[in-house]
Structure formats: structure tokens, C-alpha cells
């Protein structure tokens, strides 16, 4: 948080305490348990909001569920659960270092802007180094112009962040319930605020003809490749050897500094309105929350796909 004026303005430094599994700088096999400490929290923010069922947040259901709930941000249905979950994906991604496996994520839409070009006409490597984690400068420049608007007008932003993974090896995914792309949708569905996943050609795929859709095999050096990727590099639910490549859609940040009608706890209709730091979107912050969850599917894909040649 807090690393542009695009997103909240809290400002955490996000600093790993190793706590245990790790001994002069190399993993020990034991558990690796750590901490990150949030420093610039600010609990008296959501005091009004005690008695309160904001829309679309999960205070009523998880009163529902629980029948007692923490008011103070949210809890674990708060997207800085998510910390975590970059730390282990950092871990991940050692292990598919050495596989040479590359993952990619960045900002494809925000709102109604989009980028127009395909990943592989974008230079991915680019990403990181851009404010809103989108390697299209044009498409950027507009995004950043209706962040800007719509925080103006205490409205909040939904977007698209697409994730690509390079030279992932054949053969990964189980045929029937262990599928890749159903693990790996299993896994972005898991994020905070994600609301749709596709893989390949996704929904797109329904208004193809087979004829066009099916992805032709061609030898390439010796080597069996297709000429098209529609598949998004799954095939049976068990990798290709192509990209793969899927999209994972975030709806609009729930908490607005618009007034909104709700209830209290007593039933009784209410006027509620955002106060303290939030986002007008979370999209831009969700990129490394992607690529962390992918490095995790496929690194326990290819520990599991050890034992399925015994």
C-alpha cells in the first residue's frame, strides 16, 4: 500500500520476519513461519461502522456464519490477508526458477480501458516498472486519468489483470478433478474482490466455429507445438508445453465515499459513507497477489507430477 497516489494512501512496509524453516539464507525443510507486521493500521477508521452491514463487504455474512465478527477492516475477508500469500508465492517461485518457468501478471483493464494489444505484442518485462503495473503506456496513461475522475467523484473501479506463464513443462494437471485450469481458477477465485476467471479463449470460445478454435499441431525444430493457442496451453486439463495464459476479473473496491442506503445490526435502514484510506481500485495492488497464487498451483503441480509416473 501507499506507493502512488493511484492506490490507498496507508503506507506499510510489508518488512518479512523469518521466524523459522530458514538458516543463512537457504531453507532447512522444516516449516518456514513468518511475520509481517501492519504498522500503520488505523482501527478508529471503522468505529462507525460497528453496527453497520456495508454493501457487498462480508459483514453480514460473516455474522451470519459466525455470529460475531471483527468490524476493524474486515478480518481475514480483508485483501491484506493476502500478504501472506505473496510471501509463500515468492517461495514458489524459487522452485520454478530452476525449471527456467516464468510468470507474468499485469493490469489489462481497468474500468472501460483496456489494453488492445495482445501479451505477446507487450514487452511483460516491462511491468513492474510501471506506476500501474500495466505494460501498455498508452492504455496507462488512460487508466490513470479515470482513477483520477472516479476518485473524484468518490466512486470506486473493477478492472481485468491477465496472467501469462512461460515454458511451463508438458504434462502437468490430473485428467478429471485435478485439472490445471481448475486448480488455477480454483486459486484466483480464492483472491479477495475476484469475481470471474477464463483461460485461453475463455467466453470468447462460444462465439468461435470449431474450425477456427482448434489448435493445429505443427513440428517445429522436432519439436510438437501448436500453431494457435486457444487452449491457453491446457489441453484435457494437463499442460501442452504452450504458454499458459488466463484472465481474472476483480469487480469494484465495495467500500465509496458516496453515501449508500444499508441496515444496522437491528435491522433499521441506515445512510453509510467510506471513511480513512481506501482504494478507488484494487487492481493495480492484485497483480503480485496473481502471480504469487500461479507460481503455487504450478510449483505443487510439478512436485505432485513426480509420482504420477511410478
Known amino acids: 500500500p501507499g506507493n502512488s497516489k493511484y492506490v490507498s494512501s496507508r503506507r506499510e512496509e510489508d518488512k518479512v520476519e523469518i521466524l523459522s524453516g530458514v538458516f543463512e539464507g537457504k531453507s532447512l525443510g522444516t516449516p518456514i513461519g513468518f511475520l509481517v507486521r501492519n504498522k500503520d493500521s488505523k482501527s478508529e477508521d471503522y468505529d462507525h461502522l460497528k ?55 499485469y493490469v489489462h483493464s481497468i474500468g472501460s480501458v483496456e ?38 467523484e468518490g466512486d470506486s473501479l473493477g478492472g481485468e489483470i491477465i ?70 496451453g491446457v489441453q484435457g486439463g494437463i499442460t501442452n508445453g504452450m504458454d499458459i495464459y488466463f484472465k481474472v476479473a476483480f469487480k469494484p473496491v465495495a467500500t465509496i465515499m458516496k453515501d449508500q442506503l444499508t441496515i444496522d445490526n437491528e435491522g433499521n435502514e441506515i445512510v453509510v459513507a467510506g471513511k480513512g484510506r481506501h482504494d478507488v481500485t484494487v487492481v493495480p495492488r492484485a497483480v503480485s497477489i496473481v502471480k504469487a497464487m500461479a507460481a503455487m498451483v504450478i510449483a505443487d503441480m510439478i512436485l505432485r507430477n513426480k509420482n504420477a509416473k511410478i
Open 51 to 105: 453496527n453497520v452491514y456495508r454493501p457487498s463487504h462480508a459483514d453480514l455474512t460473516w455474522q451470519l456464519k459466525y455470529h460475531h465478527r471483527d468490524y476493524r477492516g474486515g478480518g481475514r475477508s480483508s485483501a491484506r490477508e493476502t500478504v501472506s500469500r505473496v510471501v509463500a508465492g515468492a517461495i514458489a517461485n524459487l522452485i520454478l526458477k530452476k525449471q527456467n518457468i516464468s510468470i507474468y501478471s
Open 115 to 152: 489494453t488492445k494489444l495482445n501479451y505477446s505484442e507487450l514487452d511483460l518485462e516491462t511491468t513492474d516498472s510501471s506506476i500501474l503495473f500495466c505494460p501498455d503506456k498508452s492504455a496507462e496513461a488512460e487508466m490513470m486519468e479515470l482513477i483520477e475522475r472516479t476518485k473524484s
Open 163 to 232: 496472467c501469462v506463464i512461460k515454458n511451463c513443462p508438458a504434462g502437468l494437471g490430473e485428467p478429471v478433478f485435478d485439472k490445471i485450469e481448475a486448480d488455477l481458477a480454483k486459486a484466483m477465485l480464492s483472491i479477495n474482490a475476484v469475481k470471474g476467471f477464463e483461460i485461453g479463449s475463455g467466453f470468447n470460445s462460444t462465439k468461435m466455429k470449431g474450425s477456427k478454435h482448434n489448435d493445429r499441431f505443427v513440428n517445429r525444430n522436432g519439436k510438437v507445438e501448436t500453431e494457435t493457442n486457444f487452449s491457453g
